[in-house]
């Protein structure tokens, strides 16, 4: 078991237990031994009747109780949980597509040989779990079905270029779409479509699949493909902006080319993570805050102890 297994399915409930301890501190300060009554009573009639036996003070150990019992529920409430041993079979409902934008001003811009690297860490990054090639520039194709064979998508990776898209232009959407529903064929809950690309033609088509993408439960990454040459006459310039803006409506995270990190972490989170975000946490948690709430009965029945 490792601190990664371990997860609080609900964590806001732990801002409960400081409310908890302070009306506990509170509680335990009243009782101790008689709270306000002293100053309400005379002291030489308090005096007499204690001596006489007329007067009982607070009871610290209910109060401790209440407040144990309290503090079990509050974290009974976060969720406690542990990935469970067989969450790495879900792996099928987990899937990452890699869009790749094969169009002219990437293929002329001398970043091919970094795309396809990068692409293969990306597929690398999603372990075990299926991974699809879509590939675009005027219309898109998909050059690899899901598949966990990393071999065989590592050689249409590396088998890539300029001329490998007949269809001359630039149109992401179509290529978004495509990814789209690959992912909904395969009945896919939690996934991530990874954008490689330049930002040129991203425009509202474009910008209305990644939120048709993102409505779907999944997510869309960006890595931007800055021009390592100067590009030639009429081929359009690198959009950053552009890239940002359709992640920020698909839901991910982008970054670039050169430094991936941000986008492989979130490709690379278990499977477990994902299928929790996508609201299945059932199928990838085994919840024990039930238990925590069998233990808080203990102090609980502490409360109803009767006295002579």
């Known amino acids: 078991?490792?601190?990664?297994?371990?997860?609080?399915?609900?964590?806001?409930?732990?801002?409960?237990?400081?409310?908890?301890?302070?009306?506990?501190?509170?509680?335990?300060?009243?009782?101790?031994?008689?709270?306000?009554w002293r100053k309400a009573v005379d002291p030489a009639l308090m005096r007499l009747m204690e001596r006489r036996g007329g007067v009982l003070g607070g009871r610290r150990q209910a109060n401790l109780a209440a407040a144990l019992?309290?503090?079990?529920?509050?974290?009974?409430?976060?969720?406690?949980?542990?990935?469970r041993q067989e969450a790495?079979?879900?792996?099928?409902?987990?899937?990452?597509?890699?869009?790749?934008?094969?169009?002219?001003?990437?293929?002329?811009?001398?970043?091919?040989k970094d795309l396809r690297q990068t692409a293969q860490s990306?597929?690398?990054?999603?372990?075990?779990?299926?991974?699809?090639?879509?590939?675009?520039?005027g219309d898109a194709y998909l050059a690899v079905s899901p598949t966990t064979d990393r071999d065989s998508l590592g050689t249409t990776l590396f088998a890539l270029d300029g001329d490998t898209v007949p269809d001359r232009g630039s149109h992401p959407e179509r290529g978004l779409a495509l990814a789209r529903r690959t992912l909904a064929e395969a009945d896919v809950v939690s996934a991530d479509v990874v954008l490689i690309t330049d930002g040129d033609g991203l425009g509202e088509a474009a910008l209305r699949e990644a939120r048709a993408i993102r409505e779907r439960g999944w997510r869309v990454q960006g890595l931007f493909v800055p021009a390592a040459k100067a590009l030639p006459p009429g081929v359009p310039k690198p959009d950053r902006a552009a890239l940002d803006?359709?992640?920020?409506?698909?839901?991910?995270?982008?970054?670039?080319?050169?430094?991936?990190?941000?986008?492989?972490?979130?490709?690379?989170?278990?499977?477990?993570?994902?299928?929790?975000?996508?609201?299945?946490?059932?199928?990838?948690?085994?919840?024990?805050?039930?238990?925590?709430?069998?233990?808080?009965?203990?102090?609980?029945?502490?409360?109803?102890?009767r006295t002579a």
Do not use: C, K
């Open 88 to 112: 790495a079979t879900f792996r099928n409902l987990d899937a990452t597509v890699i869009v790749l934008d094969l169009s002219r001003s990437v293929a002329e811009g001398g970043s091919l």
């Open 69 to 83: 019992a309290a503090g079990l529920i509050a974290l009974a409430l976060t969720g406690p949980a542990l990935e």
């Open 245 to 305: 803006g359709l992640v920020r409506a698909g839901g991910g995270v982008a970054a670039d080319l050169t430094a991936p990190a941000p986008v492989l972490d979130a490709v690379g989170a278990s499977t477990a993570q994902h299928l929790a975000a996508g609201g299945y946490t059932v199928l990838a948690f085994a919840d024990y805050g039930r238990w925590l709430l069998l233990l808080a009965a203990l102090p609980a029945l502490l409360l109803f102890r």
């Open 1 to 36: 078991m490792t601190l990664a297994a371990f997860a609080l399915l609900r964590p806001w409930w732990l801002a409960i237990l400081p409310l908890v301890a302070l009306l506990a501190l509170r509680a335990a300060w009243r009782a101790a031994p008689l709270g306000d």
């Open 122 to 137: 990306v597929a690398e990054a999603a372990g075990t779990r299926s991974v699809a090639l879509v590939v675009y520039a």
